[in-house]
């Protein structure tokens, strides 16, 4: 695979100059106008400027980053968003060294997922050592031995029939775009055990009957790939939003933030972007560096073709809810239960983040949730959520009663420039528009992790930023 500086090579000699649209203004006389300063942007961004391009980014939020979002207001700093870094991720890896800014290891911030997890189902605190023996365990044979929030996770890799990460969107493979409902059934899940593996803190969608089984897939072909370059978690010193943040000061021209956009006009001369404050920025071409759901919210004229806007229109994001709170008091010692928890329940997977620099002291709990339960509380006020979330805690454990303090609530479907956390493949939409939804229509050019080939995640990012600029320096 080709690195960052290894493609840039091939591509400098594409590198032309072209005359800007009619009416341009001097101060936004750029060659390529970004829309989002999220990874995959800034990393076009610099990208294009490496090769002698004028670029100017757009934020429609006040901060860079996307859907990289440290808590610099909750003690410890925890990530609301991209979290571990791992050794494979080399795009970023890469392009935060040519930034000097620092990659330290990740000691487990964390105790979900070991002996020190607590479940909690029907009203029922189980130890994990009772699960495989309890009758709250719908699973038959080996897999009655694995803890419950693993079961997403390996109920389809016995069945991979990837023989690499990029073969997902490959025709040839079509078939396995079917709900992971309909594929484990096949092989004998029954309704409960698919439920509480794939709708009771999904990792991703709503329930198995809403996921393709070729995006579990893809999961498991990435992080093989990633994992190949040797173990190890790595975080950005100081946070990770300091990353984006170093991206956005290695521009020549500033970020735009707060710079809603509401219409991109392109013609075969050049590109318009219309914002919500009407003002306008004329370019000779547009990089889109969106996720499918915030693109909804801007009007492309002319409209890509039917495929590709299908894809913008329908592809689902993935429902996370965080409420995190700060503890008054050690509630865990009171009780003699896990820090911990998985539960049925809309506090759902409930974490105690080890942030700060003694990894003996929780800094701060978060409750993490996805699913059905995210959806129930996204219907509420900010404030009405987190009360909700925080009396299901005190039923699950009295001992945290007046013991955790509400600090921060992060909805990112909420989140109108957001829409999700990521990008869930439904069963059917990769044979349908994956091969589609990043292609270059005209003058605009379309980045983000769902348009991404090979790498998930922050690498994903990456790749597709990448893609996308070298597709313009290429035209």
């Not at 079509?174 to 004998?188: E, H, I, R």
């Not at 509401?262 to 590109?271: C, E, F, L, N, Y």
Request: with cysteine; hydrophobic share 45%; net charge positive.
């Amino acid at each position: 695979m080709l690195d960052r500086r290894d493609t840039l090579k091939l591509a400098a000699a594409a590198t032309a100059a072209a005359m800007l649209p009619t009416g341009a203004r001097a101060s936004d006389a750029v060659d390529t106008v970004v829309i989002g300063a999220g990874l995959s942007g800034l990393e076009a961004a610099l990208t294009l400027q490496e090769q002698g391009q004028r670029v100017l980014v757009l934020e429609a939020k006040k901060r860079v980053g996307g859907r990289l979002y440290t808590l610099d207001d909750v003690d410890g700093h925890p990530e609301a968003g991209g979290n571990g870094i791992g050794s494979g991720y080399a795009r970023l890896v890469d392009r935060a060294k040519t930034l000097g800014v620092n990659l330290v290891d990740v000691r487990n911030r964390t105790e979900f997922g070991t002996d020190n997890t607590l479940i909690h189902l029907r009203g029922e605190n189980i130890r994990l050592a009772q699960w495989e023996g309890h009758k709250l365990n719908p699973y038959t044979g080996d897999l009655r031995k694995r803890a419950p929030w693993l079961m997403g996770f390996t109920g389809l890799r016995p069945y991979q029939p990837l023989p690499e990460a990029a073969a997902w969107r490959d025709p040839a493979f079509a078939q396995y775009d079917v709900s992971v409902a309909d594929f484990l059934a096949a092989k004998g899940w029954s309704d409960e055990a698919l439920r509480l593996a794939y709708a009771t803190n999904p990792s991703y969608a709503n329930s198995a009957h809403d996921l393709s089984a070729m995006m579990w897939f893809h999961i498991f072909r990435n992080a093989e790939l990633m994992s190949a370059a040797g173990p190890g978690t790595f975080a950005i010193q100081g946070g990770n939003q300091r990353l984006p943040e170093a991206m956005a000061k290695a521009l020549k021209n500033p970020v735009r933030t707060d710079a809603v956009v509401r219409r991109i006009a392109s013609s075969a001369t050049g590109v318009e972007v219309t914002l919500q404050d009407g003002g306008k920025v004329t370019a000779k071409r547009a990089l889109i560096a969106l996720p499918a759901t915030a693109l909804r919210l801007i009007s492309l004229d002319p409209a890509p073709p039917a495929k590709q806007q299908a894809g913008i229109d329908q592809l689902p994001y993935n429902r996370v809810f965080q409420v995190h709170y700060v503890p008054t008091r050690k509630f865990w010692e009171a009780d003699g239960l896990p820090t911990g928890m998985w539960t049925d329940t809309l506090a759902g997977r409930f974490i105690g983040l080890r942030y700060g620099p003694d990894p003996s002291v929780i800094t701060s709990f978060v409750a993490f949730v996805s699913g059905f339960a995210a959806d129930r509380l996204d219907r509420m006020e900010p404030a009405a959520a987190a009360q909700a979330v925080l009396e299901d805690l005190m039923r699950i454990r009295p001992a945290a009663k007046g013991a955790l303090t509400p600090v921060k609530v992060v909805s990112w479907a909420r989140d109108p420039f957001a829409g999700g956390a990521y990008a869930c493949w439904a069963p059917g939409q990769v044979r349908a528009f994956a091969n589609e939804i990043g292609k270059a229509w005209g003058r605009l050019h379309f980045a983000g992790e769902h348009t991404s080939e090979v790498a998930r995640g922050m690498e994903g990012a990456f790749e597709s930023g990448q893609r996308a600029a070298l597709e313009i320096l290429s035209a």
